[in-house]
């Protein structure tokens, strides 16, 4: 496993795309002060997943973005891909050739990609676990790297031996358990707080069941008594219906023979009256003849 290409666009000095083609054996890059050798290996860093504007030399992120010059506007996206020989299956891929990107835009929008598919910094850092190849690993030595590396404390160095020796990915794997076993009993903490206060929102609302429960009983109950009362009610009323019709038609009847009666009657004082005329005209005849 080797590095193949280095490709930068809008990085710190680089801002036309540039390309450093890496051959197998030794690579030497040579230049005056202050031509950007320097950057190169800030841009190695950046890609491996640098988080540290300080290590590259500058105060925010966005400073590694090329900030223009005398005839050159500034530009607003930097991007660095660093392209691997896998051959050797060195890295945790099944790539012969391993491609990794990392953009970042004035906006603060960063992406990394591998072989040209979105990924995490995650990614990007598991893929190089026990390889000697990181921003904190051994492959990387910049100016006073040696110098911190001899006055480093045990703590230190001891991470440098780890990576070289192989066990980070294992370190690393275990570091990234336990927290997830902290996260778990974090959450179960949670969960069994979130358990009782449903618990007791659970007995409550049994409480206000039960309470609605027998308040649907007692309306229940107070529906049949209205239906039975409303039943009652109507069948008293339709019994003095019955009544007040035979009554009705009893008292009619009694009209219609006391009407009979009544033309009978007037029929007997007509007659009566005719022979009072009759009696009162022989009287008349009578007092005459008198």
Not at 98 to 120: C, D
Not at 144 to 153: D, E, Q
Not at 193 to 206: A, F, P
Not at 227 to 242: D, G, H, I, M, V
């Amino acid at each position: 496993m080797f590095l193949k290409k280095l490709e930068l666009f809008g990085f710190k000095s680089f801002a036309d795309k540039t390309e450093f083609v890496f051959e197998p054996g030794i690579a030497c890059i040579v230049g005056p002060n202050g031509c950007g050798k320097s950057n190169i290996v800030d841009a190695v860093k950046w890609c491996l997943g640098d988080q540290s504007p300080k290590s590259l030399r500058g105060d925010q992120m966005t400073d590694v973005i090329f900030n223009g010059a005398e005839g050159r506007a500034a530009l607003n996206m930097a991007e660095v891909t660093l392209i691997f020989d896998n051959e050797d299956f060195a890295l945790h891929s099944e790539y012969p050739e391993i491609m990794v990107t990392r953009r970042l835009s004035r906006s603060g929008e960063s992406e990394y990609l591998i072989n040209k598919r979105p990924a995490r910094l995650k990614d990007v850092r598991e893929l190089f676990l026990d390889t000697g190849v990181g921003v904190q690993a051994y492959s990387i030595v910049e100016q006073g790297r040696i110098a911190s590396l001899l006055s480093a404390n045990s703590v230190e160095r001891r991470v440098v031996f780890e990576e070289a020796a192989g066990i980070s990915k294992y370190k690393a794997r275990r570091n990234e358990a336990m927290r997830k076993l902290e996260r778990v009993e974090a959450n179960l903490l949670r969960v069994t707080d979130i358990i009782e206060e449903v618990n007791r929102q659970l007995r409550s609302t049994k409480r206000q069941a039960g309470i609605a429960r027998r308040y649907r009983e007692h309306l229940d109950s107070i529906r049949d008594m209205r239906l039975a009362l409303s039943a009652r009610n109507y069948e008293q009323a339709r019994e003095k219906e019955r009544q007040f019709r035979d009554r009705f038609e009893e008292v009619d009847g009694m009209i219609e023979s006391q009407s009979t009666q009544l033309d009978e009657l007037g029929t007997v004082v007509r007659d009566t009256e005719i022979e009072m005329m009759r009696v009162e005209h022989d009287i008349s005849d009578f007092r005459e003849r008198l």
